[in-house]
């Protein structure tokens, strides 16, 4: 018998579901998110009914108006924050709610709104959330027009900047949800879901279900649960009697589920809770959770375990932006984000330095991600002039207790992170142990909600750091400092160990400095300018070039490999990022920290990682092989599965290349002449994998792939389509930087563009876009119409080319 030490299970959506018992008081959820009129700037009386917006621009949402804007470096919100524009905006919404309604609980729900948001409903104010990343709901029953239309009002201000160390996106950037109930109801994450004790054999599960009432006290309903597994199948049932009161009352219910198929990273086995409350013949709500079984230690020595067996936490930090698309959330887009992470090897997500966007969670759930929920990057100290510290005191218990009821219970959440790089940390003198006492205040609040372990980000790791010195932390979170990776027990006996932040490295897509084993740090210090650097703002993609704070990947990842007390990591970054534009000032404005650039196109690096991190047979060889005539070039070569490779230029041997412990590449020092290289990996003498890399002559052509040529017509999905300038034998072109113009015909349009250039200040809203070292991106969005679609691109010079897409 395993005794779970941590919950495990979740809660992923409350949706409404509806069972032939008798009269229904459906629950009923919707999204709320289409057909917005929106105005960017101050507005008078724009929260009043009589209000007329009828000039105002239509939209619909998740929407964030800052990704519209220009670049500049005047922007209050600077480089850092993504040179990119903030301000007020209003948001307005009319709608109808049916008159069979009147007498019910209506809800108003917003997973995020970036930030000092204020909602009004037809004229009545119903509150404020400083705070741009937590979901709020607001309670709209008695200030509704029931079979009439109703006004929703939405004040954003975004005009106080700096208020964020990278960027943040401006407005309602997340969904809006109308929940409708009766008036006996499971409250909001109402739910909790958690596993004492698993087995193969069985799990116990236990159901604490909390019920609002606003009828009379002492109101006697049943509430009756059922356990579904993914089949459909139903493994475990419970009816209870319960006696209510008048204000919300948690009630426990207790399950035992036989061979239970338990989540893991590589088969996340999901099941759902559906719970009903019934009155006799009347059933009174119907709720929805979905969750998954599984049981997990860190141990000081041996690391992470899951179900038993031994697994390291091979994750990467993320910012919540979605590059082109911005701050503004869409389900499809982040999903793709998570399958290349996938297809690399990570199976780690930290939500740096944020809540996040609770369908990310969702997904994570769905395709097997260990996830880090983070929760706040200051405390009272901030950081910059406007940032949530002036916030602090008035709202970060409720946000805290919010992200944490919403959250507990994903199977996907592993640990909760208190903080990131807090200022707190440090002391200015010894009466200063402000760090310690906020650490265990929010501590308490999170062992309150939850009992899965608890770290914070530090970047300082010497035993003064406050936070620590608290003893409210369950895992010493290591921010970089890999080289006391090997000394951990020394300076903190009987702890364990995570390395919630790691690497910094920097690099361009497709740019190479040589020779390859010359490192760059940059700039030299962190509190220092760059004084050297490249005339074009880029960075090497050879994994030598990284900041002073940081290491490269490979040096990272040979203690992380090495000790198994590491029980997990989180690279900084998995994605490039809009803001902190590293190590360069303006016009630099997106980030070079990411193993994938910002339009989702991998750079080299990410091979080393599928190459230890998968059992995919890998062979990835780079540069690419334009040079001058002469130059000597260094070719390296990720692989596995295999014993060595050999290396051949235009059929000539260059010689065989092993890799020796501890190294994840092998290189070749090359004098150019134009032809191709041919990489052979063999193992045991027999062949595993030839790549080949040519010189390419001039553009002949543009090649589009389309990551899913069929997608829904539901106004959300998309279809990203990469572009591609070839020669005339299909050899990208590694210099092209064409200027595309893009064309759609049927019902769909052109959400963003991009090419994943850090320094590129062509707008992300457009149908034309400059080819960066050779690629380019335009991301297709779907409207409400079946049909197919045709995209076409062109450029000056090259033959026209198009694809289909067929919207279902």
Excluded at 291 to 313: E, S
Excluded at 730 to 735: A, F, I, Q, R, S
């Amino acid at each position: 018998m395993h005794k779970l030490k941590y919950l495990s299970c979740i809660v992923l959506t409350a949706a409404s579901v509806q069972f032939a018992v008798g009269q229904h008081i459906s629950r009923k959820t919707e999204a709320i998110n289409q057909n917005w009129t929106f105005h960017l700037g101050h507005v008078k009386n724009a929260n009043e009914t009589a209000f007329d917006d009828g000039s105002w621009r239509k939209l619909n949402l998740p929407h964030d108006w800052s990704i519209e804007g220009s670049f500049s470096k005047d922007h209050p919100a600077t480089p850092g924050g993504g040179a990119l524009p903030g301000g007020t905006g209003w948001y307005r919404k009319s709608f109808t709610v049916p008159a069979a309604s009147k007498g019910k609980t209506v809800f108003i729900d917003f997973d995020g709104v970036y930030r000092n948001s204020e909602v009004w409903i037809n004229g009545h104010y119903l509150g404020k959330r400083p705070n741009g990343y937590i979901s709020f709901r607001y309670d709209i029953s008695d200030y509704l027009n029931y079979g009439k239309d109703n006004v929703l009002s939405v004040k954003v201000d975004n005009s106080e900047q700096p208020n964020s160390r990278w960027y943040s996106g401006s407005g309602i950037y997340r969904s809006v949800w109308l929940t409708t109930t009766g008036n006996v109801f499971v409250d909001q994450y109402g739910s909790q879901i958690t596993t004492p004790q698993v087995t193969e054999a069985n799990a116990s599960v236990v159901v604490k279900t909390t019920i609002n009432n606003k009828l009379a006290m002492g109101k006697k309903v049943t509430l009756k649960t059922s356990l579904v597994n993914a089949q459909g199948k139903v493994v475990a049932q419970q009816s209870s009697v319960v006696i209510l009161s008048a204000q919300a009352t948690e009630f426990t219910q207790n399950f035992k589920v036989d061979k239970p198929a338990l989540w893991s990273d590589k088969n996340p086995n999901l099941y759902k809770a559906v719970i009903k409350i019934v009155d006799g013949k009347t059933e009174l709500d119907a709720y929805t959770s979905n969750f998954g079984i599984r049981y997990f230690n860190f141990d000081k020595d041996k690391g992470f375990t899951l179900n038993g067996k031994p697994l390291k936490i091979k994750g990467v930090c993320n910012h919540h932006d979605l590059g082109a698309l911005g701050s503004a959330f869409n389900v499809r887009a982040t999903q793709r984000q998570l399958e290349l992470l996938k297809e690399m090897g990570c199976n780690g997500i930290r939500t740096s330095h944020n809540p996040p966007a609770p369908q990310l969670l969702d997904l994570c759930d769905q395709m097997g991600f260990i996830v880090m929920d983070e929760a706040f990057d200051m405390w009272k100290k901030g950081k910059n002039k406007f940032d949530y510290s002036l916030d602090w005191d008035k709202w970060h218990v409720q946000d805290l207790k919010d992200q944490v009821k919403r959250d507990r219970n994903h199977p996907s959440v592993f640990v909760w992170s208190i903080g990131n790089e807090i200022s707190e940390q440090w002391s200015k003198d010894a009466a200063d142990t402000s760090g310690r006492a906020i650490a265990r205040e929010l501590a308490s609040i999170v062992r309150q909600l939850d009992d899965r372990p608890i770290t914070s980000a530090n970047n300082e790791v010497n035993p003064s750091n406050n936070l620590i010195l608290s003893g409210a932390l369950d895992l010493i979170g290591y921010n970089y400092n890999h080289d006391k990776f090997d000394k951990f027990h020394e300076t903190y006996p009987g702890k364990k160990l995570i390395a919630s932040e790691t690497v910094s490295a920097l690099q361009t897509r497709g740019h190479y400095d040589m020779p390859s084993d010359s490192m760059r740090i940059w700039p030299t210090a962190w509190d220092k300018p760059l004084l050297t650097g490249n005339a074009d703002l880029s960075c090497s993609a050879y994994d030598n070039c990284r900041t002073p704070w940081g290491s490269t990947h490979e040096e990272t990842m040979k203690v992380f490999t090495k000790y198994d007390h590491v029980s997990g990591m989180f690279i900084w970054t998995g994605f490039d990022y809009l803001g902190e534009p590293t190590p360069y000032p303006w016009p630099a404005r997106s980030s070079y920290f990411g193993i994938i650039d910002l339009a989702g196109f991998p750079k080299d690096v990410y091979y080393m990682y599928q190459s230890q991190w998968t059992d995919k047979p890998v062979l990835h060889v780079f540069p690419h092989w334009n040079w001058k005539a002469g130059q000597t070039v260094d070719v390296w070569a990720y692989y596995n599965n295999a014993d060595e490779v050999e290396l051949l230029l235009n059929g000539r041997s260059l010689g065989v290349r092993k890799k020796d412990t501890d190294q994840f590449h092998v290189v070749w020092r090359v004098p150019f002449e134009a032809g191709t290289l041919k990489a052979i990996s063999r193992k045991d003498g027999k062949l595993v994998l030839t790549k080949e890399v040519s010189t390419a002559g001039k553009a002949a052509k543009i090649i589009l792939t389309a990551d899913r040529s069929k997608i829904k017509a539901n106004g959300e999905d998309l279809s990203f389509i990469t572009a591609k300038i070839v020669d005339a034998n299909g050899n990208m072109v590694p210099d092209a930087d064409n200027e595309l113009t893009f064309k759609v015909d049927g019902e769909a349009f052109i959400a963003a563009v991009d090419n994943g250039s850090p320094t590129s200040m062509e707008s992300f809203k457009a149908d034309h876009r400059k080819v960066f070292n050779g690629l380019a991106l335009a991301i297709l969005q779907a409207k409400n119409k079946t049909g197919k679609v045709t995209f076409t691109a062109t450029a000056d010079g090259l033959p026209t080319t198009s694809l289909q897409i067929e919207l279902n």
